[in-house]
Nanobody
């Protein structure tokens, strides 16, 4: 089992920045690819970003490229999502996710956090 706990969500004005963090515990963190998904009200959950277990490979959704950055610290068992130039359409619950398969983590995941709300006001 892998337990994931997100933090850092909140309310921000359009154009602002937020940094989400996810703390992992349980199985060996460095064995897992880590990712972020989001779900807006009335919409399906969508992929946001993924990072490989070494941190050497990342992939971001087209909607956030150039604005969001994903990173990880295997010594601290954390993964972060730096979100800049936020837009109202980024408003959603953001979920941290983990899976041993980097490719699968671009669609779904074996382990999920509880989510943290991000609200961007116009």
């Amino acid at each position: 089992q892998v337990q994931l706990v997100e933090s850092g969500g909140g309310l921000v004005q359009a154009g602002g920045s937020l940094r989400l963090s996810c703390a992992a515990s349980g199985r060996t963190f460095s064995n897992y690819a880590m990712g972020w998904f989001r779900q807006a009200p009335g919409k399906e959950r969508e992929f946001v970003a993924v990072i490989s277990w070494t941190g050497g490979n990342t992939h971001l959704a087209d909607s956030v490229k150039g604005r969001f950055t994903i990173s990880r610290d295997n010594a601290k068992n954390t993964v972060n999502l730096q979100m800049n130039s936020l837009k109202p359409e980024d408003t959603a619950v953001y979920y941290c996710a983990a899976d041993q398969n980097y490719t699968i983590l671009r669609r779904t995941a074996k382990y999920w956090g509880q989510g943290t709300q991000v609200t961007v006001s116009s």
